[in-house]
């Protein structure tokens, strides 16, 4: 086992892991069809359960039953029209109504103006715990110009940092940027911003891995103690992400061969069995797990 990072964060960080494994976290997946299959199969390595229902008729039942197993809503606008637009929004009604907690993956905003708009009005139906996005995702929704293209980011995650602490504050959710450095910023204005700074490039070679990583943060948001806040939970869904796709790339000679050891990383890896040093920090005199 490796060091476990500043002030112990990596003993917490494995409490959590096995908080999700032991709980299984009902995670409801309202999203697009390319990432599916990845979303699902990711869920249940981790050790939680995916529910793939987004039919309007199914949702204002499916969501109760998830708020009272303890689980969370995953919503991600990758696929977009009309009919999905109003499953999101009933979605988001309904976690608003049971109050169950729900994570944004805004895919896309700054590409089109409908996109942008969508993701803008499902949050102000109702605050998501999360929102997790690329640079120019963050930059469009805080009304900035970002320089997007497609689901991708032509910029660093570094750039939409002021843009997140914007919208952080506006809605009072934690932000996330994804890039080669994780920025997770919580809702309290001037709070210590985390950072989680690994991965590896490769899994921008595997479509909807973004998208994976955005409903593990579901999952650990669903399983997290009490005493743990949303924004630190973001972040240590991150940092076991990234550690799995570091040790995953370690037999990878590609892309297809990384997805499937990324998979049984996710699955497999434990506070034994990893032996990678821990870098994420939860900020400047924050490097504790409690509120």
């Given at each position: ?32 069809f390319v990432s599916m299959d990845i979303m699902a199969n990711g869920l249940l390595a981790i050790g939680a359960s995916p529910v ?115 919208l952080a504050v506006k809605y009072g959710c934690v932000v996330c940027i994804s890039g080669a450095t994780d920025y997770i910023v ?106």
């Amino acid at each position: 086992m490796a060091d476990a990072g500043p002030s112990g964060i990596g003993e917490q960080l494995w409490e959590l892991v096995g908080l999700v494994r032991s709980k299984a976290p009902l995670v409801q997946c309202v999203t697009n069809f390319v990432s599916m299959d990845i979303m699902a199969n990711g869920l249940l390595a981790i050790g939680a359960s995916p529910v793939m229902v987004h039919a309007t008729g199914e949702l204002e039942s499916a969501v109760p039953v998830v708020g009272s197993a303890g689980g969370a809503v995953s919503i991600n606008i990758g696929t977009l029209d009309d009919r999905w637009i109003e499953s999101f929004k009933m979605a988001v009604a309904t976690c608003k109504a049971q109050d169950v907690p729900w994570v944004l993956d805004p895919v896309g905003a700054g590409f089109t103006p409908l996109r942008t708009r969508t993701a803008i009005e499902l949050t102000e139906i109702s605050p998501p715990a999360v929102v997790r996005g690329n640079a120019s995702e963050i930059l469009a929704l805080a009304g900035a110009a970002g320089g997007g293209k497609g689901v991708d980011s032509t910029m660093g995650s570094e750039a939409a940092l002021d843009a997140a602490k914007l919208l952080a504050v506006k809605y009072g959710c934690v932000v996330c940027i994804s890039g080669a450095t994780d920025y997770i910023v919580g809702p309290e204005e001037g709070a210590p911003v985390a950072t989680c700074p690994h991965g590896v490039a490769m899994l921008k070679n595997v479509t909807a891995t973004g998208c994976l990583v955005t409903s593990v943060i579901c999952a650990f948001v669903a399983a997290k103690p009490a005493t743990l806040s949303v924004q630190h939970a973001a972040a240590f869904a991150f940092t076991f992400y990234g550690l799995c796709a570091e040790l995953a790339m370690r037999s990878s000679k590609g892309p297809g061969s990384f997805r499937v050891a990324f998979l049984d990383s996710l699955y497999s890896t434990t506070r034994e069995t990893c032996d990678l040093d821990i870098k994420t920090s939860l900020g400047l005199g924050s490097n504790h797990l409690c509120d």
